[in-house]
């Protein structure tokens, strides 16, 4: 019985959407605890300042009014450092070994 091409693309080891979200996700949680560390404990310094530097973007609120709900979201903000993207291209390299 010949395989469909779903199953043919899981047989050659293709991942889907999922598994790359999962391994971005990863890298920022790798990147967030490497940037708590640093900061709690790095002596004071350029060092200290350099990595544990981060910028926090910003979006909201949002204001949704559907007649019979009223809901509002925000603002959220997204704090990105130097560490977060380090984790994320480590966790790029280790993806990409894996193929």
């Known amino acids: 019985m010949p395989w469909s091409g779903a199953a043919r693309a899981v ?3 293709h991942r889907g959407a999922l598994f ?4 971005l996700a990863g890298g920022f949680v790798l ?3 490497l940037h708590a560390l ?6 004071q310094g350029a060092a200290k300042e350099f990595f544990t530097t981060a910028v926090t973007p910003t979006f909201g609120p949002v204001h949704l009014d559907l007649l019979v709900v009223s809901i509002t979201l925000g603002p ?5 450092s130097l560490l977060a993207v380090v984790g994320v291209a480590i ?4 993806a990409r070994s894996i193929f």
């Open 91 to 94: 966790a790029y390299f280790v």
């Open 76 to 80: 959220i903000g997204f704090d990105v």
């Open 31 to 33: 990147g967030g605890l």
């Open 11 to 13: 047989a050659r080891g």
């Open 20 to 23: 790359y979200v999962g391994f």
């Open 38 to 43: 640093l900061r709690r404990f790095l002596p």
